[in-house]
């Protein structure tokens, strides 16, 4: 299976701030199929970028991914207060699928 | 408007079995790929199962190979969970949730919470 590590994991920002979470395979992830989920304590996830790069339904353009291969990359632009959460990354190009850890973003 | 409500978690002893499902509403069950996530308590997201939507090409993780089962019924627009040979690490929130797009968990249920103990 496809392990990703996530770093990051924590990163204690103010809003306003710049955050940039890093997500690393230990193989090319097949097609980039690489995403990106928030999640906020009591709640499902929600997705936020898919294809490593697209931009779910709804989601501010303050989010943008990037990468492709074995880096991947989420950025936030400017950090609001709704922003503070955990964040995932998940291969789907192979089975079985995999998650990232997890990175915390905090409110410094 | 996407709706899943998953049901049957519970408290259940290690080594029984049980049955989760997935209601789904909104959309055509049939045309879509559907996924299991669990999460367990204070830990990150683990990825359980995957089914299409042919009903046919199902994937588990390593972790419940050969103790879960993935189905569905798309007459009854609902998605299944079959657990069994149940263990304490097992113990965990459920999600379903839809593919959309791409083969990934695009839309998501609230959960729903199965503790595994005696």
């Known amino acids: 299976e496809i392990v990703l590590t996530q770093s990051p994991g924590t990163l204690s920002l103010s809003p306003g701030e710049r955050a940039t979470l890093s997500c690393r395979a230990i193989?090319?992830?097949?097609?980039?199929?690489l995403a990106w989920y928030q999640q906020k304590p009591g709640q499902a996830p929600r997705l936020l970028i898919y294809g490593a790069s697209s931009r779910a339904t709804g989601i501010p353009d303050r989010f943008s991914g990037s990468g492709s291969g074995t880096d991947f990359t989420l950025t936030i632009s400017r950090l609001e207060a709704e922003d503070f959460a955990v964040y995932y990354c998940q291969q789907y190009g192979s089975a079985p699928n995999t998650f990232g850890q997890g990175t915390k973003v905090e409110i410094k | 408007q996407v709706h899943l409500v998953e049901s049957g978690g519970g408290v259940v002893q290690p080594g029984r079995s049980l049955r989760l499902s997935c209601a789904a509403s909104?959309?055509?069950?049939?045309?879509?790929?559907m996924h299991w996530v669990r999460q367990a308590p204070g830990k990150g997201l683990e990825w359980v199962a995957v089914i299409w939507s042919d009903g046919i090409t199902k994937y588990y993780a390593d972790s419940v190979q050969g103790r879960f089962t993935i189905s569905r019924d798309n007459s009854k627009n609902t998605l299944y969970l079959q657990m069994n040979s149940l263990r304490a690490e097992d113990t965990a929130v459920y999600y379903c949730?839809?593919?959309?797009?791409?083969?990934?968990?695009?839309?998501w249920g609230q959960g729903t919470l199965v503790t595994v103990s005696s």
């Open positions: 193989q090319s992830v097949n097609d980039n199929y």
């Open positions: 909104g959309f055509i069950f049939s045309s879509y790929a």
């Open positions: 949730a839809r593919a959309y797009l791409q083969p990934l968990p695009y839309h």
